[in-house]
């Protein structure tokens, strides 16, 4: 209660950060900072300003370095997202989107995939 909090201003689920406590295993904040932005909400943490809830790899460098640290990390609950390639599927696609497209689902084909540090 006594620290800064970074949150977003849109959408309002990212201020739903995941951890586990007696009612639940999500904590909606009240940010004292607001950004649009994950990478200015990135910056501003880096600049001391608040604890901020980022994608892990948003921070895994961050982190490796020492500038940033996990925050109450036994408590924390994993989230995985999933990943979506949007094209325009009535027009052909360019040789580079069909290679990288392959490429990703060479990568991670049959995986619960996620990326750390």
Do not use: K
Not at 45 to 64: N, P, Y
Not at 94 to 114: H, K, N, P, Q, V
């Amino acid at each position: 209660t006594d620290h800064s909090l970074i949150g977003f201003t849109q959408p309002e689920s990212l201020n739903q950060w995941p951890l586990r406590h007696p009612l639940g295993e999500s904590f909606s904040i009240v940010p004292s900072l607001w950004a649009s932005s994950g990478e200015t909400i990135r910056q501003l943490a880096l600049a001391g300003e608040g604890i901020a809830c980022l994608s892990s790899f948003m921070t895994a460098r961050d982190r490796a370095d020492g500038a940033l640290v996990d925050v109450l990390a036994e408590s924390t609950v994993e989230v995985l997202q999933p990943i979506h390639a949007v094209y325009y599927r009535n027009t052909a696609l360019a040789a580079r989107i069909t290679c990288f497209l392959d490429y990703l689902s060479e990568c991670l084909a049959g995986e619960e995939w996620t990326q750390r540090g």
